[in-house]
């Protein structure tokens, strides 16, 4: 089955650095990938899309100088948070989408902010 | 905007029993598609069924089936023959830009 990884699993950063996190659809190609946000005990929100080669399009109160998102192949997208702060901390999930309807979606990266 | 409503925060069963959770949903689209995904304590994201809503028959994947009423805008999803492995959080989705509800937790009685 299709299969897609985050790395990394979990980071630990200080306040003011920045983060980021990829993720790879690793036996097929994704000309979209979704960034999702969860906190604890909280269902998923979507944070942005992104398409292989073109800018990603955030959902509403999605601050996207905050969150950059690069998808510069078909097989990998990057979600950098920058200058994170403790209201960063969060579950990150992405998902890659090979074809219309199907998303595959990769194990999530926990963000701690200290 | 689509909204996603699960209206069962927790839901438990014995083992080998079923149990049916709730879902409904808000649009105004004709064609789409809804899904159900588990998340077990590893919080990986793992679909379970999902259905067009153009198909008027009822998706089923082994032991788990959902009943879809369209006019209702209703999704639930039915598990038979429930296995301690069940035991997750469930999300009802909207669509292939995922809306999420909010989840319910089901608890395996051995």
């Known amino acids: 089955g299709a299969v897609v990884s985050q790395h990394p699993s979990w980071v630990i950063c200080k306040s003011g650095t920045s983060v980021k996190i990829e993720c790879r659809s690793l036996?097929?190609?994704?000309?979209?990938m979704f960034w999702y946000r969860q906190f604890p005990k909280q269902s998923l929100m979507l944070m942005a899309t992104s398409n292989e080669g073109s800018k990603a399009t955030y959902e509403q109160g999605v601050e996207k100088d905050k969150f950059l998102i690069n998808h510069a192949s078909l097989t990998l997208s990057t979600l950098t948070v920058t200058s994170a702060h403790p209201e960063d901390s969060s579950f990150y999930i992405c998902?890659?989408?090979?074809?219309?309807?199907?998303?595959?979606f990769g194990p999530g990266t926990r963000l701690t902010v200290l | 905007a689509q909204t996603v409503t699960q209206s069962q925060p927790e839901m438990s069963v014995q083992e080998a029993e079923t149990v049916t959770l709730s879902c409904t949903y808000d649009?105004?689209?004709?064609?789409?598609?809804l899904f159900w995904y588990k998340q077990p304590p590893s919080r990986q994201m793992i679909l379970v069924i999902r259905q067009e809503a153009y198909k008027q028959q009822n998706a089923t994947e082994n032991r788990f089936s959902v009943n879809f009423q369209k006019a209702a805008k209703s999704f639930s999803l039915k598990i038979s023959d429930s296995q301690l492995g069940d035991a997750a959080m469930y999300f009802c989705a909207y669509r292939e830009k995922l809306t999420f509800g909010t989840g319910t937790r089901l608890t395996i009685i051995p």
């Open positions: 036996d097929f190609q994704a000309t979209t």
């Open positions: 649009t105004s689209e004709s064609d789409y598609y």
């Open positions: 998902s890659a989408r090979p074809y219309d309807n199907e998303q595959f």
